[in-house]
């Protein structure tokens, strides 16, 4: 017997992300069965990023106009449809599902369209005759099938060719690739490993460093006390290696100058064997509590959380290294965020530049003579890395650029960046750059 709870309990959240901009992260709750939730929260992450393949599907298929539809038909029209298409659930089950969650929440006519259009779908599906966009313009085109807004693929196209593109954003919608640093380092893996295999989990050593393990899923280890036990953190290999290329040192003073929720600061701290210090200033009131609270479970005393704007900040101290991980776009962690690449413009992409710029010119103030400066992101757009070193090292003559050969697998090494790419290495998108002082 079918069981709507689930997709209802979809329906719901969607027409929230839609109508409320509500984020699809902070829409989970407790209040259904963990199997219930589990299955809302796919259709809610899943639909959110395909929908505009999705939506494209469905018109080919329903007679009418599809902007009409009702509200809920058409989220419950676009979850049967992910569910046949990216999901490749058993049809009668995806079908018979959304019928039932028609007839839940509107009507026995809802019910039969359900039906119709889902059935023509999944028809076309297995006989391999899916339509394909063919607008003649190539950047709209895979920005349907791919569902993305078409500026930033029309940009992708321009800089990177139709290739890596197409492979950019099939890794772009692959959700589901998940890395833990484990805190006691590689002699620890092994027992990390059983401990995860005894909650249903599979794990194995990342390929890119020793003290990071890639898992089929997170789920059990959320439910699990080993994140509060400080014996794992979830952290993508990506953003861990940017650590490896700031390469902090036991006794050293570092100045992580955005840090939270703390990621990285507290793997500097790690990789200090907890001896010095490591400034973690932000702005955000808020989230300067989870640096707090990130360093005690993972027992470190050098950590040292601090609230302030670092366009402002003034400190005595001048510091061996400074990290900044600048706020910037995401373009590299889309596959995580299902609603991230509806929030993005190209608008927003020159105010983060502007903010970048003065965030790095921020920082280079904390930097000793002889010290080290890195700027990293989580983008993977030249506007916010390559462009921004090019423009900071053409203001500030005392900077030069240093190679991270060396400190970081030499597959991640691009001339001498730092530079991660979904598509090409099934990590997270991550950037950076090393940029040293002179001695004065
Ligand atoms: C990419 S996140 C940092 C992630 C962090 N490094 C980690 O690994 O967990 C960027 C951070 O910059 C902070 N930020 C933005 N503007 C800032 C400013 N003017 N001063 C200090 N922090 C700022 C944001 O609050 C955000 O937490």
Same mark, same amino acid.
């Given at each position: 017997?079918?069981?709507?709870?689930?997709?209802?309990?979809?329906?719901?959240?969607?027409?929230?992300?839609?109508?409320? *901009?509500?984020?699809?992260?902070?829409?989970?709750? *407790?209040?259904?069965?963990?199997?219930?939730?589990?299955?809302?929260?796919?259709?809610?992450?899943?639909?959110?990023?395909?929908?505009?393949?999705?939506?494209?599907?469905?018109?080919?298929?329903?007679?009418?106009?599809?902007?009409?539809?009702?509200?809920?038909?058409?989220?419950?029209?676009?979850?049967?449809?992910?569910?046949?298409?990216?999901?490749?659930?058993?049809?009668?089950?995806?079908?018979?599902?959304?019928?039932?969650?028609?007839?839940?929440?509107?009507?026995?006519?809802?019910?039969?369209?359900?039906?119709?259009?889902?059935?023509?779908?999944?028809?076309?599906?297995?006989?391999?005759?899916?339509?394909?966009?063919?607008?003649?313009?190539?950047?709209?085109?895979?920005?349907?099938?791919?569902?993305? &807004?078409?500026?930033?693929?029309?940009?992708?196209?321009?800089?990177?060719?139709? @290739?890596?593109?197409?492979?950019?954003?099939?890794? #772009?919608?692959?959700?589901?690739?998940?890395?833990?640093?484990?805190?006691?380092?590689?002699?620890?893996?092994?027992?990390?490993?059983?401990?995860?295999?005894?909650?249903?989990? =599979?794990?194995?050593?990342?390929?890119?460093?020793?003290?990071?393990?890639?898992?089929?899923?997170?789920?059990?280890?959320?439910?699990?006390?080993?994140?509060?036990? *400080?014996?794992?953190?979830?952290?993508?290999?990506?953003?861990?290696?940017?650590?490896?290329?700031?390469? &902090?040192?036991?006794?050293?003073?570092?100045?992580?100058?955005?840090?939270?929720?703390?990621?990285?600061?507290?793997?500097?701290?790690?990789?200090?064997?907890?001896?010095?210090?490591?400034?973690?200033?932000?702005?955000?009131?808020?989230?300067?509590?989870?640096?707090?609270?990130?360093?005690?479970?993972?027992?470190?005393?050098?950590?040292?959380?601090?609230?302030?704007?670092?366009?402002?900040?003034? #400190?005595?101290?001048?510091?061996?290294?400074?990290?900044?991980?600048?706020?910037?776009?995401?373009?590299?962690?889309?596959?995580?965020?299902?609603?991230?690449?509806?929030?993005?413009?190209?608008?927003?992409?020159?105010?983060?530049? =502007?903010?970048?710029?003065?965030?790095?010119?921020?920082?280079?103030?904390?930097?000793?003579?002889?010290?080290?400066?890195?700027?990293?992101?989580?983008?993977?757009?030249?506007?916010?890395?390559?462009?921004?070193?090019?423009?900071?090292?053409?203001?500030?003559? =005392?900077?030069?650029? @240093?190679?991270?050969?060396?400190?970081?697998?030499?597959?991640?090494?691009?001339?001498?960046?730092?530079?991660?790419?979904?598509?090409?290495? *099934?990590?997270?998108?991550?950037?950076?750059?090393?940029?040293?002082?002179?001695?004065?």
């Amino acid at each position: 017997m079918a069981d709507p709870t689930a997709r209802v309990l979809a329906v719901q959240r969607l027409l929230r992300v839609e109508a409320e *901009g509500a984020h699809v992260a902070r829409l989970a709750d *407790g209040a259904h069965p963990p199997d219930v939730s589990r299955r809302a929260v796919d259709y809610v992450s899943g639909v959110t990023r395909q929908k505009r393949w999705l939506d494209f599907l469905i018109a080919e298929f329903y007679r009418g106009d599809v902007e009409g539809l009702d509200p809920e038909l058409r989220q419950i029209l676009r979850i049967g449809t992910y569910e046949l298409i990216e999901r490749e659930v058993a049809p009668h089950a995806a079908v018979n599902e959304a019928v039932e969650t028609a007839k839940a929440l509107l009507h026995r006519g809802a019910a039969g369209l359900t039906n119709g259009v889902l059935r023509a779908l999944d028809r076309a599906h297995r006989a391999g005759a899916l339509p394909d966009p063919d607008t003649g313009d190539l950047a709209n085109d895979l920005a349907v099938r791919y569902s993305h &807004p078409t500026w930033p693929v029309r940009r992708w196209l321009d800089r990177w060719g139709e @290739e890596a593109t197409r492979a950019f954003l099939a890794a #772009s919608n692959e959700p589901g690739h998940f890395t833990l640093r484990v805190t006691g380092g590689a002699e620890a893996v092994p027992g990390v490993i059983r401990e995860l295999a005894d909650l249903g989990v =599979e794990a194995e050593p990342s390929e890119w460093t020793d003290d990071f393990l890639a898992v089929d899923r997170l789920q059990p280890i959320l439910r699990s006390g080993l994140l509060d036990e *400080g014996t794992v953190a979830v952290q993508d290999v990506a953003a861990g290696l940017v650590v490896h290329v700031l390469d &902090p040192q036991p006794e050293e003073r570092i100045l992580d100058a955005a840090a939270a929720p703390g990621g990285k600061a507290v793997y500097a701290a790690l990789r200090m064997h907890d001896r010095g210090e490591v400034a973690a200033l932000d702005v955000s009131e808020a989230k300067v509590g989870l640096i707090a609270g990130a360093a005690r479970r993972h027992g470190l005393s050098i950590v040292r959380p601090v609230k302030a704007d670092l366009t402002t900040w003034e #400190s005595d101290a001048r510091f061996d290294r400074v990290l900044l991980d600048a706020p910037c776009s995401g373009s590299g962690v889309l596959a995580k965020r299902a609603d991230l690449r509806w929030r993005r413009s190209p608008e927003g992409l020159d105010e983060l530049a =502007e903010l970048q710029d003065a965030l790095l010119d921020a920082a280079a103030r904390h930097v000793r003579p002889g010290g080290l400066l890195v700027y990293s992101t989580c983008s993977v757009e030249a506007e916010e890395n390559d462009d921004r070193v090019a423009a900071f090292l053409s203001r500030r003559n =005392e900077f030069r650029l @240093e190679s991270v050969e060396g400190l970081v697998p030499d597959a991640l090494v691009d001339d001498v960046l730092y530079r991660a790419l979904p598509h090409v290495h *099934g990590t997270d998108g991550a950037f950076a750059a090393r940029l040293r002082r002179s001695p004065d």
